[in-house]
């Protein structure tokens, strides 16, 4: 068996850099336009002109599916922090609209996990402290849920993962996408062990569900770029994430790619990879190329270009 290339970030990991050259080839080329013929049965590309139109789409989707939540038949949306600015526009939203959400659920996607426990919503990182400052807690407490709705992951994923299995229908499981190439923390794995010279196979990747992740050096660099100033020993270096075997469970998956959380090749490459159902765990958001309902939503001024700059 051919040995692949080790990483160009950090040898010890699997990730994107390990890709064959001529797929990496393939997608600097790719213009916006090449981005909107990706689409096809199961996955679908869309391009937004300004970022108002960006983000009020994807505050929509929150209120789209709490809209189908009852009593008797309970639906909901497992939303991320990156990106964030949705947050506040749902509030708004539900408020401007006197929409009763007070049978829908939210799952958090991720969180950060320091000293053997997620960190307290007192920590300035805090995913949960996010979404309640710039979400939850903004809504009219005449049409909130209630907190035992709000379901955020914690050390013991027991309760978090049973939310999931209880008749609650998540509609949209919406995120962002990292440098890594991930949604919430489903990192590339280390290369070690029986990983040494493969990935994991997608079969086995998808197996795993919500649980506490090592984090790839380059999503340390990232968050401490995107949310620390980048200082990057504040960011912990490792992560509580829902799992593929929750993302499946979601009746739709929606990623929202504004051009500040990946870069211009990295835009690319997933959609690339799930529109040629190309899979490969080195890349864990190929895996969405086998999901049934997949959306990528782009900021057409965030797309960019690979073409070489020097600056």
């Known amino acids: 068996m051919k040995t692949r290339r080790l990483s160009a970030i950090s040898p010890d990991w699997w990730d994107y850099t390990t890709l064959p050259q001529d797929l990496i080839e393939a997608v600097a080329r790719l213009t916006p336009r090449d981005l909107e013929r990706l689409s096809r049965p199961g996955f679908r590309v869309i391009l937004y002109d300004s970022l108002e139109d960006f983000y009020l789409a994807e505050a929509l989707e929150y209120i789209e599916a709490w809209r189908q939540s009852t009593d008797d038949n309970p639906v909901g949306i497992c939303g991320p922090i990156g990106p964030t600015e949705q947050l506040p526009l749902v509030a708004r939203i539900v408020n401007a609209l006197a929409l ?94 029986k990983y040494r010279n493969t990935p994991p196979a997608p079969s086995e990747y998808r197996k795993l569900a919500t649980r506490v992740v090592n984090l790839h050096p380059l999503t340390i660099a990232q968050n401490a770029r995107t949310s620390g100033g980048g200082n990057i020993s504040l960011v912990p270096t490792q992560a509580i994430s829902v799992g593929p075997v929750e993302t499946w469970q979601a009746e739709k998956v929606s990623i929202w790619h504004a051009g500040q959380h990946d870069n211009p090749f990295g835009q690319r490459l997933t959609a690339y990879m799930i529109s040629k159902r190309i899979v490969d765990t080195a890349v864990p958001m190929s895996l969405l190329a086998d999901h049934p309902q997949v959306q990528f939503n782009y900021y057409r001024g965030g797309i960019g270009t690979c073409e070489i700059a020097m600056h």
């Not at 659920?105 to 990182?125: A, I, K, S």
């Not at 805090?126 to 379901?151: G, Q």
Request: aromatic share 14%; glycine share 8%.
């Open 100 to 193: 009763d959400v007070r049978s829908a659920h939210f799952w958090g996607m991720d969180e950060w996990y320091l000293n053997g426990r997620e960190v307290p919503v007192t920590h300035p990182l805090s995913f949960e402290k996010a979404d309640r400052e710039f979400c939850f807690n903004r809504i009219d407490r005449k049409f909130r849920m209630p907190d035992a709705h709000l379901h955020f992951p914690k050390a013991d994923t027991a309760p978090y993962r049973r939310t999931w299995g209880t008749g609650i229908r998540c509609a949209v499981m919406q995120g962002g996408q990292g440098d890594v190439k991930h949604w919430a923390f489903n990192d590339p794995l280390p290369r070690k062990g």
